[in-house]
């Protein structure tokens, strides 16, 4: 894969940064002072990130740093302590899991969450159902409107799964594919919902090097075609230093430090803290 240009981050009011290329549009996501606290044990605090409409974003630290607690704030499995989380510009607090889907967040998990006795295309279209608008009726009487909303369904299903290079498991159970090509999955169906910010939450994992570089090159691809914001947590540097725009990093609940990717390998903290301390030459 070609070395990617990385372009330079600015300042939003809010002390978060975006992308040269996303200045003066709103940013897709704003945490702002975002924290939970667990019996007293602060688990996330003063999480400030901004993401840019078309920026791919990485979300590193050690195990244990409060990643897929971000993410499960952000997708409202856990309800923030303190702090805001905008999307869109539009302030979440009120709003549910499904209500977020609906309005532009989308994951996958650490864990792959199929359904695994249905088939690979059945698992897409099952997350296009609130954007299907057929009644009871029309689909119970098989009236035209289902069957085209079936079609269209259908298509945009096969054209998603192709992307991936899962077109020809469409009718394949899910639970049958190899490891690597459910995480493709995963990621299809999630893109079926139609986010403007797409979470992953270690893609890679499980990956051989041929797999993870695939991987890149798709996402690359996803948010070009797409035009939407990604923001994925990895412990694979090779594939967060290639692909990621912007890069956080998480310790002990905190973000210690925020920049594109060349600012995070030369930062201090991040190697102390992160990647540890280097080695003194023995004199």
Same mark, same amino acid.
């Given at each position: 894969?070609?070395?990617? /240009? ?27 002072? =975002? ?23 990485? =979300? ?28 869109? &510009? ?7 899991? +499904? ?12 864990? +792959?969450? #199929? ?17 299907? %608008? ?18 269209? @369904? ?12 899962? /077109? ?6 899910? &639970? *049958?594919?190899?490891? &690597?090509? /459910? ?13 403007? #910010? ?22 690359? %691809? ?8 990604? =923001? ?6 090779? #594939?967060?230093? &290639? ?21 995070? /390998?030369?930062?201090? @903290? ?12 023995? *004199?």
């Amino acid at each position: 894969m070609a070395d990617r /240009q990385h372009g330079k981050l600015y300042p939003l009011p809010s002390q978060n940064m975006v992308l040269e290329r996303d200045l003066g549009k709103m940013p897709v996501l704003e945490c702002r002072r =975002l924290g939970i606290n667990f019996g007293g044990l602060a688990a996330v605090s003063e999480f400030d990130l901004g993401i840019g409409p078309t920026e791919i974003t990485g =979300l590193i630290g050690p195990n244990g740093a409060g990643k897929t607690t971000v993410f499960n704030l952000l997708t409202k499995v856990y309800e923030p302590t303190t702090g805001s989380i905008l999307l869109n &510009g539009k302030d979440t607090a009120k709003m549910s899991t +499904i209500e977020l889907n609906k309005a532009g967040i989308a994951r996958t998990f650490q864990n +792959i969450r #199929l359904f695994k006795n249905m088939s690979v295309e059945d698992n897409v279209k099952v997350a296009m159902d609130h954007s299907i %608008h057929c009644g009871l009726g029309t689909a119970l009487f098989r009236l035209p409107r289902y069957w085209k909303e079936e079609s269209d @369904a259908h298509e945009r299903a096969m054209d998603l799964l192709g992307i991936f290079g899962l /077109q020809g498991m469409a009718n394949a159970k899910a &639970g *049958s594919l190899p490891y &690597g090509a /459910q995480r493709r999955l995963e990621i299809v169906r999630a893109l079926a919902t139609n986010p403007s #910010l797409l979470l992953l939450d270690e893609p890679a994992a499980g990956m051989n090097p041929a797999e993870t570089s695939e991987l890149m090159e798709v996402i690359s %691809h996803i948010r070009d075609e797409f035009q939407i914001a990604i =923001l994925l947590i990895e412990h694979d540097m090779n #594939l967060v230093m &290639g692909i990621c725009d912007g890069i956080a990093v998480l310790n002990f609940g905190r973000i210690i430090a925020k920049g594109t990717p060349e600012d995070i /390998q030369n930062n201090p @903290a991040v190697i102390e803290a992160y990647l540890g301390r280097k080695k003194e030459a023995k *004199s």
